[in-house]
């Protein structure tokens, strides 16, 4: 499966691939900034979404605001997984060291790949995810770590939809941080620097 895509080789070989996922409407390099300074040595997979919504790029359909696809979201995840492991025997990268940096839309779809696919991340970065399939049973992701960041304020991804998300990854034993924000669904530079505190790079 063929997505159309920025690879970018790392500074650093031993350091994770980020996968980079954007927003309804962004394209794949609307998050490079947001990667450097998350990690400025590793390699970036930068997706752009194959479904055009009013001429603007996602990642999957929605029936409407906030109401997802369910059927078109299933699909193309498996698409985006399928996709991943063809572009490891490309760029010739670890599987195992692939993390999710995902905005709004790329986040939900992030978020889904492991409700589909279990422990297929190192780890995920999300800024603003709903909860992507609320019937999914999700398989085991046993302490993989996932950090959230949330707006208190955000009236696309309300706060009920960040608790319900965090849960569920728990409960399928993910180790969960959420940082919440004074804010609405805009991607701050204080959530961004959080983020990359989080993630740790050297």
Request: proline share 7%; net charge negative; hydrophobic share 40%.
């Amino acid at each position: 499966m063929e997505l159309k895509h920025i690879y970018k080789h790392g500074r650093n070989p031993e350091r994770p691939v980020l996968l980079l996922l954007h927003g309804t409407g962004g394209n794949e390099e609307d998050l490079m900034p947001l990667a450097r300074m998350i990690d400025p040595e590793a390699a970036i997979l930068s997706v752009r979404g194959n479904v055009e919504e009013n001429g603007m790029p996602r990642f999957f359909k929605r029936l409407r605001e906030g109401v997802f696809d369910h059927e078109d979201l299933a699909k193309r995840t498996d698409e985006l997984y399928e996709f991943i492991q063809e572009a490891a025997k490309q760029y010739e990268f670890n599987l195992g060291q692939v993390t999710a940096i995902g905005y709004s839309n790329g986040a939900n779809i992030a978020a889904n790949l492991l409700f589909r696919h279990g422990p297929v991340l190192k780890n995920a970065i999300l800024h603003h995810p709903m909860v992507p399939d609320a019937d999914a049973l999700i398989p085991e992701v046993k302490e993989l770590p996932v950090w959230i960041g949330a707006g208190a304020n955000d009236p696309i991804c309300p706060p009920e939809q960040t608790e319900e998300l965090d849960r569920k990854l728990q409960e399928a034993g993910a180790e969960v941080k959420v940082n919440w924000y004074q804010a609405g669904h805009q991607l701050t530079q204080e959530e961004a620097k959080d983020a990359a505190v989080w993630y740790g790079a050297p």
